[in-house]
């Protein structure tokens, strides 16, 4: 029988900040970290994750680039040199978000570029279906469907195997195929995100067929479409509907989705259809400087420009020259965070910093990149673990999806699992 200790450093009753420490001999203090990432408070500050001694640290495994699960990684670099296993594309999108992360928050960061520098020579690149040994544990990797580079591991600790979805998606896109949990096999263990534990997405056709009405609506009053997006997945995705079903008119791309979408090009066996993307990418106008930004909405056109919820960037900029005319439209296609901007608009229909109303049409569709509650129990069946541990999910979704999988009869046991707990499975 295993003993197994996972240590909850972020994660647990919140979505993102996911950290967790695996150590397969709970008798010594050497562990396996699981991601390290970080969250905003409502006033734009970074709230870090809980760290663990660097020098036990001795590998970490990031599952992809967002934010909220690399955002504490280069932390570990401050005193502690661990490997780093990530798909090459997560590792190239790693240098220019927490490059960024540091031009926007460097204030706060305990952390300087030279951590950042010191975390991406760290870094071995893995890809799909590969088996590597860390320590005597054989870690396999695959594809999570959540963003490009995306990984579901399986750690196999003398015989007990144990799985981390990171973020995970079951269903297809434009430009992801499905995460590909159906040939990883059964699981002792299963550490899952629960996002949407407790809700069902609609169709993506629909959400795609509501984007092209609504860009068709406006474009047809003369109005400009402004479509905030985050940089990783969801610009790139969007762009991929447009070049499939053309507007029109202009359609401008502006901010780090430029510099992703050109990672993205580079690493095909990544993308779903590469072709639409890179048809995508050379037919649309990319915005490179402030002349182009300024002519692109003085005329009816579609601008997808990141930060995905206006807090920054590009998309900012647009919002503040287009959200009080109301032949305009605001399409929101990506998760809007409580003290967002994004979230204010769609609540209180208010600019940002200031009490004048928008009075362009609003609008939010569903085009998550997390599977939903049956996508979730998918894995679940497919995996049939014994343990499972829910983290990455509301408390309250938490519970629910947990009350759920109990009904299942498929674990013998399921955690929701804590900040700042330790959960020893005996296997």
């Known amino acids: 029988m295993a003993k197994i200790a996972l240590r909850i450093l972020g994660g647990g009753g919140e979505v993102g900040r996911l950290s967790v420490l695996v150590r397969v001999r709970p008798e010594e203090r050497d562990g396996i970290l699981l991601d390290a990432g970080v969250n905003f408070d409502e006033e734009d500050r970074p709230v870090f994750a809980a760290t663990y001694p660097p020098k036990y640290v001795k590998a970490m495994i990031l599952s992809h680039a967002h934010l909220d699960h690399i955002g504490t990684a280069p932390m570990y670099f401050i005193s502690g040199r661990p490997r780093v296993y990530a798909t090459k594309p997560t590792l190239e999108m790693a240098k220019l978000m927490l ?134 997945a969801r610009g790139q995705e969007i762009m991929m509907i447009l070049a499939e079903h053309d507007p029109g008119v202009p359609v401008y791309v502006d ?30 106008n990319i915005v490179r400087g402030w002349r182009d930004r300024n002519k692109a909405w003085r005329e009816p056109a579609v601008i997808i420009a ?21 032949r305009n439209a605001i399409i929101l296609v990506s998760f809007q965070a409580p003290g967002s901007n994004g979230r204010r608009i769609l609540e209180e229909g208010l600019m940002p910093d200031t009490e004048e109303p928008v009075r362009a049409r609003v609008e939010w569709l569903d085009f998550s990149s997390h599977a939903d509650r049956n996508g979730l129990l998918d894995v679940v069946r497919t995996t049939k673990p014994r343990y499972i541990v829910v983290v990455h999910s509301e408390a309250d979704v938490a519970v629910k999806y947990a009350e759920l999988l109990r009904s299942t009869g498929i674990p013998e046991e399921v955690i929701v699992a804590e900040n700042n707990r330790e959960y020893t499975l005996e296997v």
């Open 99 to 232: 490059e960024d992360f540091l031009k926007l928050n460097g204030y706060y960061s305990p952390y300087e570029h030279y951590e950042v520098k010191l975390l991406l020579e760290a870094g071995e690149k893995i890809h799909y279906g590969q088996r590597i040994d860390i320590d005597g544990v054989e870690a396999t990797f695959y594809s999570a469907g959540h963003v490009p580079g995306s990984t579901f591991t399986v750690l196999d600790i003398d015989g007990t195997r144990m799985g981390f979805t990171g973020d995970i998606n079951t269903i297809e896109t434009k430009l992801m195929k499905p995460a590909n949990h159906h040939i990883i096999g059964s699981l002792d263990i299963l550490v899952t995100e629960a996002t949407y534990g407790s809700s069902l997405h609609p169709p993506r056709a629909n959400a795609e067929k509501r984007l092209l009405s609504i860009i068709e609506e406006t474009i047809d009053r003369k109005g400009t479409v402004l479509i905030p997006a985050f940089s990783i």
């Open 255 to 284: 901010g780090m989705i430029r510099q992703i979408t050109e990672i993205f090009l580079e690493n095909p066996e990544y993308i779903n259809n590469v072709n639409l993307l890179r048809k995508a990418y050379e037919e649309f």
């Open 306 to 326: 990141s930060a995905g919820m206006l807090k920054g960037g590009p998309s900012l900029y647009y919002l503040k020259r287009l959200g009080s005319n109301p």
